[in-house]
């Protein structure tokens, strides 16, 4: 399970948990952390990954001058019994490969760039 958050500039969360078909070692996760900005955020547009601040939305009519680009990793765990009645998102490969690919994260991509 791919578990990450939105968090505004208010602190206000929204969680998100993407069903991931393989596994991953410790290793690889922390290869992750070293593409991702400050070992932890990154532009959910730039992945592929739904991004969540809309969840947030419902309770301000819209996007706030709180709102900005980031996401944030959370970490990677072994799914539930529970987690596995979620539709696969992706492969822990696949998204690797696209982690692995950032140079630059793209806040261009994010509605919330020049906001």
Do not use: C
Not at 11 to 18: D, I, R, V
Not at 42 to 57: D, K, M, N, V
Not at 73 to 78: D, G, I, Y
Not at 80 to 85: I, K, N, R, V
Request: proline fraction near 3%; charge should be negative.
């Amino acid at each position: 399970m791919f578990s990450y958050l939105y968090r505004d500039a208010s602190n206000y969360k929204a969680f998100g948990l993407l069903l991931l078909k393989g596994t991953a070692s410790a290793a690889d996760v922390e290869t992750w952390r070293q593409h991702f900005e400050s070992g932890e955020f990154f532009i959910a547009e730039q992945l592929g990954i739904p991004p969540l601040y809309a969840e947030l939305w419902a309770f301000s009519d819209g996007a706030t001058e709180d709102d900005h680009v980031w996401h944030t990793f959370e970490e990677l765990r072994t799914a539930t019994a529970a987690d596995l009645t979620l539709p696969i998102f992706d492969t822990v490969k696949s998204l690797a490969k696209k982690i692995k690919s950032v140079e630059v994260w793209n806040q261009n991509l994010s509605p919330h760039w020049g906001v």
